[in-house]
């Protein structure tokens, strides 16, 4: 079974071609970070004027690189939320277009749901249930999968997400978007104890987050220093954020296994590929007995390729779309 998927949620445009559900045939990305970087962050019309330029061809490359023609599709898979609405549209139109033209289902995709999917393409092996920590640019999310299409929102940020704590701190410090990589190189060479920031919802079984008050936290303490005239190490500013920012994710994700008696923890989305994060989610599921798994890198971040695999899966059970489907830029975790 052949799954073409399409990826256009803010600044990467990807197709994918996905055999079966876990084998990837193709995963062509097509990204727009070095547009946005002299904006210091996404713009949403730049980002969609992009998606409409570039979705076909690299729809194209996909099937050229599979090998596959559009005939042998079974079926196309599209995020259609969350994410921008601009750029949301440009991903639906074009697969809502080559369903109506090739008569294939349509299956839309929660892009959430679809970074959890990651890991079933890096660890061929992993089955529901497990808990799931999603952490991106624009979210932060524990989530319960109980198999392939029953999940439970256990909590989620209540502000700033924490990849976007991570560009904010990053931008003011003078350092380009997206600013996560930056920070987590610039905290290798950091002492994570030089700062003491603060941490928020730290009560047990408290599984929403909050990263508004750390980054403010965060920019008073340079922009104090600023004012008194002082050099501050970005290094150890970087690695006292960061540390407290791994050590919420990782203290709640901890607390949310117990509470609901997981075996397995997986993390997903752009700030998985943090090598702090990743160390210390390692290191604690070592300790207390967890299976743990991530995505290899590629995988972390924004790809069409997690799409076709969450497609695969609705399509399995008949949860297709119909041509009225629309962008949803507000859309949540949903069981089927």
Known sequence: MYTLALETSCDETSAAVIQ????????????????????????????????????????????????????????????????????????????????????????????MEGHIFANFLSHPELEPPFLALVVSGGHTQLVQIKDY????????????????????????????????????????????????FPKALHEKNNFEFSFSGLKSAVLNYLHTEEQRGNRYNVNNVAASFQKTVVETLVE????????????????????????????????ICAEQGYAFYRPEPVLCTDNGAMIGCRAYYMALEGHFADLTLNARPSLAITSY
């Not at 609405?85 to 349509?106: C, E, H, M, R, Y």
Request: proline fraction near 5%; hydrophobic fraction near 45%; include cysteine.
């Open 252 to 283: 709640k994700t901890m607390d949310a296994a117990a509470y609901c008696h997981a075996e397995k923890i997986a993390v997903a989305g752009g700030v998985s590929a943090n090598s702090a994060l990743a160390e210390a989610m390692e290191t």
């Open 20 to 111: 079966n559900g876990r084998i990837i045939l193709s995963n062509i990305i097509s990204t727009q970070v070095p547009i946005h970087r002299k904006f210091g962050g996404v713009v949403p019309e730049i980002a969609s004027r992009q998606h409409i330029e570039y979705v076909m061809p690299v729809i194209q490359e996909a099937l050229d690189t599979a090998q596959v023609d559009l005939q042998e599709i079974d079926h196309i898979g599209v995020t259609y939320g969350p994410g921008l609405v601009g750029a949301l549209l440009v991903g639906v139109a074009a697969a809502k277009a080559l369903s109506f033209a090739l008569d294939k289902p349509l299956v839309g995709v929660n892009h």
């Open 149 to 196: 299409n029953t999940f439970s929102l256990l909590g989620q940020t209540r502000d700033d997400a924490a990849g976007e704590a991570f560009d904010k701190i990053a931008r003011v410090m003078g350092y380009p978007y997206p600013g996560g990589p930056q920070i987590d190189q610039l905290a290798k060479t950091g002492d994570p104890e030089a700062i003491i």
